[in-house]
């Protein structure tokens, strides 16, 4: 079992739709990001997380420490959100500081 | 643009050699990350620099290495090339190498082993 896990894999949404993209972990974390990667491969930091929310413009990203649980909200999407959304922990500990999850690809459909 | 340069963009080559990829971090940015992906492995941290000096190792293969020279560019050099070595190579930068940091991507290189 992958030590972070994303869902869905894929998602195809309707332009204006909420949509929800969900991230579960089971490690000890300092800080959870989420990130995007454009269809052309490249890739932007959304958010970092270490409790609660944050909103940047039509996204908002929220953890659940307890839970070990974070969801990352785009409201009125729009085809330009197209892209994989991917998940990452911070670990407090072991030699790998970053563990990702294995992106949800998202598709909005004008 | 984030700031972090990647050369070269793409590096075709055969089995067998060894090829270095270069990372220039965001001005004032003192750690360099590299990540591997592959479409069956998704992104794969592979090592941390932090003004020069390693942070953390993560899957890297023995036939991999890296540094962070004074200047805080790095190179990661890659030998004795396996098919399965065919991915991109991605470089990131952030300031001071925390978990609270924002780290900067670079465009990547994609390496092809043929």
């Known amino acids: 079992k992958n030590e972070v896990e994303q869902s869905p894999q894929n998602l195809t949404a309707q332009e204006g739709e909420f949509i929800t993209i969900n991230c579960s972990y089971s490690v000890g974390i300092s800080a959870l990001h989420w990130l995007q990667q454009h269809p052309g491969g490249g890739i932007v930091s959304l958010f970092m997380?270490?409790?609660g929310k944050k909103k940047h413009g039509r996204l908002i990203a929220t953890i659940n420490i307890q839970e070990k649980h974070s969801s990352l909200h785009i409201t009125a999407s729009h085809p330009r959100d197209s892209a994989v959304y991917i998940c990452?922990?911070?670990?407090?500990?072991?030699?790998?500081?970053?563990?990702f999850g294995k992106g949800t690809r998202l598709s909005v459909i004008a | 643009d984030s700031g972090v340069t990647q050369t070269p963009k793409h590096l075709i080559t055969a089995t067998g050699q060894r090829v270095t990829l270069r990372c220039s971090p965001r001005s004032g940015d003192l750690s360099v990350y590299w990540y591997q992906q592959s479409l069956d492995q998704g992104l794969q941290f592979l090592i941390q620099?932090?003004?020069?000096?390693?942070?953390a190792k993560g899957n890297i293969l023995e036939r991999f290495s890296a540094q962070q020279f004074p200047d805080l560019h790095s190179e990661l050099n890659l030998s004795s090339l396996e098919l399965g070595d065919s991915a991109l190579y991605f470089c990131?930068?952030?300031?001071?190498?925390?978990?609270?940091?924002?780290?900067?991507f670079g465009p990547g290189t994609r390496l092809t082993v043929l």
């Open positions: 997380l270490s409790s």
């Open positions: 990452a922990a911070h670990r407090y500990s072991g030699n790998t500081p970053l563990v």
């Open positions: 990131a930068s952030s300031p001071l190498g925390g978990p609270t940091d924002t780290q900067y």
């Open positions: 620099y932090y003004n020069g000096e390693e942070r």
